[in-house]
């Protein structure tokens, strides 16, 4: 049968959407840069500005599904403070070390996802995950070693980037079962709103004002909200409904690839031949990682 017009662009939408995913998440640790407050300030608008954006949107049905499932609030509480603990060390880490390393350390989160599984869900994992798993730490290291070498500042940067990662794969184990309960959408802004609670408590611990930033600023934290949070997420959401996660996952290793695309014209940060040596390594062994658990993970 001849495929028509409209079927083969409904067709390409899921991968245009998944593009778009990308490249919007990939500014993530751009706006980050561009905005002159500390990252954990930066987090909480991200979070909160989205949060209050989706209000209108979700607030009625939340209050149907918050009702008939109160025991289940446990999660999307524990999913946004997890969410506040990786954005205020990954925003943080931005200004210790380069992005594309901040950005492909907190990218390991499925190396950690699949361990968590592995030990909590009991699931079984295969050699080729093991052999991902050993590729992934390598390629971090490389970049890890190299930047405590050049530099202890930076070293602490890839570390706290890399802690971030682990706290972002709490949220996808804790989140793999809260969306049992919720929709998605009403997951992320009750997410949303936890974590900017969160992100606030952090930053009045560390003394950061939240008011107080110029114009250019503030522009920044709103195209973080609805570029990075809003645009990014809906829009892996979307491919994630009509792609399978065989193909979105793997894929979404392009995060840490546009990012550092994305830094050599617009912050001039390019990086050294080492860490481009172990990005292509880690990278490699984050896509094993994916492959092998999603070929393990019982389909929803």
Known sequence: MTSTPSSRNTAILPYLALGAGILALGMSA??????????????FYRLSLSALILTPFVAGRCKRDC???????VFPLLGGL????????????????TVSAATLLGNTAPLWVALGAWLLFHEQLKMDFWLGLLLALAGAGLIMGSDF???????????????SGIFYASYYLVTQRGREHYTPLTYVWLVGISAGIGLALINLALGHPLLGYGQRTWVIFFSTAIVSQLIGYASVSYAMGHLPASVVAPTMIGQPIMTTILAIPLLGETPLPIQVVGGVIALAGIYLVNQAHHRVSPTA
Do not use: E, Q
């Open 67 to 73: 009702t008939k499932n109160k025991s289940a609030l």
């Open 30 to 43: 751009i706006f980050v840069r561009w905005a002159d407050a500390p990252g954990p300030v930066t987090g």
């Open 149 to 163: 070498l050049t530099h202890l500042r930076l070293g602490i940067g890839d570390l706290m980037a890399g802690v």
């Open 82 to 97: 997890f969410t506040a603990l990786d954005l205020a060390l990954w925003n943080t880490s931005m200004f210790y070390t």
